[in-house]
């Protein structure tokens, strides 16, 4: 199992490919080298490594392939507008004792009732942080509410109150309607998306490497090829993205003139010339806060393997 003295000293590694050149990813001596049309353009070692995001069209050597997998390094290939389309994950799978536990939980709503309470820490700890004006009362009530729910239809409404309040208040001043996952209906919908979409893959490299099976989840329900488990882990974690999206905005990091309006959504205007500026933002967010996301994962590991010694984690923003 990957301790956090050595975790400590891995990163997100991002590599994109640049268009009309010949983009290769191979290993140099247990160097991650990405060279451009036969040059080398620069490399790292791959025990610094935790996972390796693959930004549009490029070629993998299978001895980088087969090293990264030894070395537990998950890979995720996107495309130019920073959408998942394969993924590449390294695993312990023989964890079959997790795995017995994971299935046989018998607190699974009271799992899913802290997963809630933490986020909605998290989220009243943004809005106090950006010295946001909101509801008190609605936050109060939630804690109140969450006492009592009895099933996760309860806890799913309590969630969506609150979530409203918080992304009107968070984003006021960007002319927020609501939040639309996947339509891309604004510039700040697109981005969360590309945001949370990084660090539900990080998380689930991240379970995945302790012997979860991400699938399972408590408070997300089982459903056809949705990752319930890294849905759950990265809820109280969210409000880390919608955070740094903020202070792009106001550090005008953000640029209206990067995005198109087209077929009813929005999109990078000059697809990888435009979308290799906002990749960055969230990758190093990420990176900026991978022990304490360690941290939280290694603890729910610790409680679901033994929920009598270990409590359930709290994710601190």
């Not at 939040?179 to 697109?190: F, G, V, Y």
């Not at 660090?199 to 991240?206: I, M, Q, T, V």
């Not at 999206?245 to 205007?269: A, I, M, P, T």
């Not at 990758?283 to 393997?305: D, P, S």
């Amino acid at each position: 199992m990957l301790t956090l003295p050595d975790f400590k000293e891995k990163r997100i590694l991002s590599v994109q490919a640049d268009y009309g050149h010949d983009n290769l990813l191979q290993l140099i001596n247990d160097n991650i080298r990405f060279a451009r049309d036969g040059e080398g353009v620069s490399q790292i070692s791959s025990h610094l490594v935790f996972a390796v995001f693959i930004i549009g069209d490029m070629s993998v050597t299978t001895t980088l392939l087969k090293k990264l997998t030894e070395q537990g390094i998950s890979i995720f290939f996107l495309n130019h507008n920073l959408a998942v389309k394969a993924v590449m994950i390294a695993e312990a799978e023989g964890n079959y004792l997790l795995r017995q536990k994971q299935y046989t939980t018998a607190d699974e709503l009271n799992i899913a009732r802290r997963i809630v309470e933490n986020k909605i820490i998290s989220q009243e700890a943004v809005l106090k942080k950006c010295q946001k004006a909101y509801q008190l009362k609605v936050f109060e009530r939630a804690r109140v509410m969450l006492k009592t729910a009895k099933d996760r239809e309860k806890l799913l409404g309590i969630e969506g109150n609150v979530g409203k309040e918080y992304f009107q208040s968070l984003f006021a001043d960007l002319g927020w309607v609501r939040r639309a996952p996947q339509t891309k209906e604004d510039i700040p919908n697109l981005l969360l998306d590309i945001g949370y979409t990084y660090l539900f893959n990080y998380c689930d490299a991240l379970l995945r490497l302790f012997g979860f099976d991400t699938y399972k989840g408590y408070y997300h329900q089982l459903f056809f090829q949705r990752k319930s488990l890294v849905c759950d882990v990265m809820e109280p974690m969210r409000p880390i993205i919608d955070y740094q999206l903020l202070k792009s905005f106001n550090l005008k990091q953000v640029k209206e003139k990067d995005f198109v309006f087209k077929n009813g959504r929005f999109d990078f205007k000059d697809g990888f010339k435009t979308s290799k500026l906002y990749s960055p933002i969230f990758l190093e967010t990420i990176n900026g806060r991978k022990e304490e996301i360690y941290t939280y994962v290694l603890n729910f590991y610790r409680y679901i393997m033994d929920n009598k010694k270990y409590q359930f984690p709290k994710f601190i923003i």
